[in-house]
Nanobody
């Protein structure tokens, strides 16, 4: 199965920036690392951002639009999330997820992703 490993999380002050990376390895099984979700303490996991296979389309939650940027390097099977102007409410564990390359729409639904990373902690202080 696809193995996903996130990195780049940490502690940052409000207004600061972090860049998350997610590298995929093992059998692709027709999947590619395509999305980011996050989960704060006591809250449900929520969609953050996603990108199409060719990178021509990107999708963002309203709460992070214009602050976060998702990108992908297909040669490295890696997806990135550049996070700028971070706010305390961005504090959460961020998870990378892989979806089938030919699955079409459905980027916002976690059920459409077949593989998940362990997560990386992002903490934004006020």
């Amino acid at each position: 199965q696809v193995q996903l490993v996130e990195s780049g999380g940490g502690l940052v002050q409000a207004g600061g920036s972090l860049r998350l990376s997610c590298a995929a390895s093992g059998r692709t099984g027709g999947h590619y690392p395509a999305g980011w979700f996050r989960q704060a303490p006591g809250k449900e996991r929520e969609f953050v951002a996603a990108i199409s296979w060719r990178g021509g389309s990107t999708f963002y939650a309203d709460s992070v639009k214009d602050r976060f940027t998702i990108s992908r390097d297909n040669n490295k099977n890696t997806v990135y999330l550049q996070m700028n102007s971070l706010k305390p409410e961005d504090t959460a564990v961020y998870y990378c997820a892989a979806r089938p390359w030919n699955s079409g729409s459905g980027y916002y639904d976690g059920a459409m992703y077949g593989y998940w990373g362990r997560g990386t902690q992002v903490t934004v202080s006020s």
